[in-house]
Nanobody, 128 residues
Framework: QLQLVESGGGLVQPGESLRLSCTATGFSFDMYAILWFRQAPGKEREAVSC????????KYADAVKGRFTSSRDNTKNVAFLQMNSLRPEDTGTYYCAFSTAYSTCAVYPDHTHEMNHWGKGTLVTVSS
């Protein structure tokens, strides 16, 4: 059964770091771009990063550029979101997702609504 599972969330103080993982089971996601989204309480879900299936540059939302880094290990079917210098406004539930129609980050930012596979999310809370 195809499944995406996020992990690595938690409670941290401002300025600290977290690394989120997105593990795929039941299929190989090495052909697809992997996106990370987040949803803060009371706000709409927003895409924060995209990493292409292989070579190529990742893309990031302006709010996280320079602080967040996407990576992946296709041999292990896992993607990561390294989050540094976390701020209270980074608080939210983080999701990984992909669309079987996209292997590159051409999907970002205009086609992020086309994701057809989602994880259930992991909660990140940044608070002092």
């Amino acid at each position: 059964q195809l499944q995406l599972v996020e992990s690595g969330g938690g409670l941290v103080q401002p300025g600290e770091s977290l690394r989120l993982s997105c593990t795929a089971t039941g299929f190989s996601f090495d052909m697809y771009a992997i996106l990370w989204f987040r949803q803060a309480p009371g706000k709409e879900r927003e895409a924060v990063s995209c990493i292409p299936w292989r070579d190529g540059r990742s893309k990031y939302a302006d709010a996280v550029k320079g602080r967040f880094t996407s990576s992946r290990d296709n041999t292990k079917n896992v993607a990561f979101l390294q989050m540094n210098s976390l701020r209270p406004e980074d608080t939210g539930t983080y999701y990984c997702a992909f669309s079987t129609a996209y292997s590159t980050c051409a999907v970002y930012p205009d086609h992020t609504h086309e994701m057809n596979h989602w994880g259930k999310g992991t909660l990140v809370t940044v608070s002092s």
